[in-house]
């Protein structure tokens, strides 16, 4: 197995499904046959974010039935993992993460390795990014509202200085740990959504100026949901606990629908925004996928409370 970086970009000329497969030529097949089991970082270029956004792990690879030459790897969705900070190419001293990046200097080149759309990891290089990565956001928007609470030993094992050897035992527990993700899930759709319900519209602080709103799954973790903003929303107690049970759902369109055998009229109108839309965080990238939205609608929603 190996650690490896797929460059994935919004308008990939391949068919690429994110969080589903990963589409590639057959140039790449053998250094793809190597992550099979093991975690890849995704990368987005200029015409996306510009630096690495999250990891996920590769299940399988192959061949696409419908384009010779091709393949894919499929990829587990429920070990998709957003980065709370998307990491530039360089690190702070300006020297490429990447050792095959590196020019005499240290900073990213240009040409050569740089252009390849697979490239292999020593662990050392693929721990130094996710560190980086998976820094929690501390602004008051991320934080919840008692923050001590919350503060989670596994990432202060990733932030902590390490040592290749030091570090190996902790890398499957930091990367599949559902505390230390569901802490930096939450983190993230607060930022995005900057502590507003999304459903309701309001935005609730504490004293502290801490938000209110709890962070949901769309396609909750139970069912493979995986732990990218793209598949949250920020929510309110009630109105997240309406979400989970299928009494408030979200149409194609961001229109709310409520089920309204089980949902009382006066409740409704306290607790939608008016115009009956989501509120939708202000980067695009940010907002809900239509599939995940569709498999809540079908498979959650006017379910039996």
Not at 167 to 195: I, N, T, W
Request: aromatic share 8%.
């Amino acid at each position: 197995m190996a650690n490896a970086v797929f460059i994935q970009n919004p308008d990939s000329i391949y068919d690429d499904r994110p969080g589903l497969a990963y589409h590639f030529p057959r140039s790449y097949l053998r250094r793809v046959k190597r992550t099979v089991g093991d975690w890849v970082i995704f990368y987005e270029g200029k015409r996306g974010a510009k630096g690495y956004v999250g990891i996920q792990r590769v299940a399988s690879v192959a061949p696409d039935p419908a384009r010779e030459d091709h393949f894919y790897a499929f990829l587990d969705l429920s070990t998709r993992w957003d980065f709370e900070r998307i990491v530039p190419r360089a690190d702070l001293t300006g020297s490429a993460w990447e050792a095959s990046l590196r020019g005499t200097d240290g900073r990213p080149i240009t040409g050569g390795a740089n252009a390849a759309a697979v490239r292999l990891l020593s662990f050392a290089e693929f721990t130094a990014i996710v560190t980086a990565g998976l820094e929690p956001l501390q602004a008051p928007e991320a934080l919840p509202r008692d923050q001590a609470a919350h503060q989670l030993s596994g990432f202060a094992e990733v932030q902590a200085p390490f040592g290749d050897a030091a570090l190996r035992p902790l890398r499957p527990e930091v990367l599949v740990s559902r505390a230390a993700r569901d802490a930096s899930f939450a983190r993230m759709v607060r930022m995005a959504y900057k502590g507003r319900c999304a459903i309701s519209g309001l935005d609730l602080r504490n004293g502290g100026g801490r938000a209110e709103v709890q962070a949901a799954h769309i396609r909750p973790v139970h069912a493979d949901g995986p732990d990218t903003v793209q598949n949250g929303l920020a929510l309110s107690g009630t109105v997240h606990w309406m979400f989970d049970r299928g009494l408030i759902a979200v149409g194609a369109r961001h229109e709310i629908l409520v089920s309204d055998n089980k949902v009382a009229p006066d409740v409704r109108q306290r607790l939608i925004c008016p115009g009956g839309r989501l509120h939708l965080p202000e980067n695009p990238r940010h907002h809900p996928h239509p599939e995940f939205l569709r498999w809540h609608r079908e498979n959650v929603f006017g379910a039996a409370a």
